[in-house]
C-alpha cells in the first residue's frame, strides 16, 4: 500500500495511530528541513522565474 499511495494510516480504536512512508521519502523530507529560507524563495523564484514575470506585468 505504501509502495502506491506513498503512505499508509494505521488507526488504533479510530484514532489515526502511526504513519508508515518510505524510507527514501523521509530522506528528502528531513533534507529539505535542513534549507535555510532563502535558499527556498531563491529555488522557487528560479524555478517559476516565468510566472513571477508574467505576474509583474
Known sequence: ?????GAAVI???NV???VLIDYGKLQVDVEADNETLED???RLLQKHRKAFEELAK
Open 11 to 13: 488507526l488504533k480504536n
Open 1 to 5: 500500500m505504501v509502495d502506491e499511495n
Open 40 to 42: 527556498v524563495a531563491t
Open 16 to 18: 489515526p495511530r502511526y
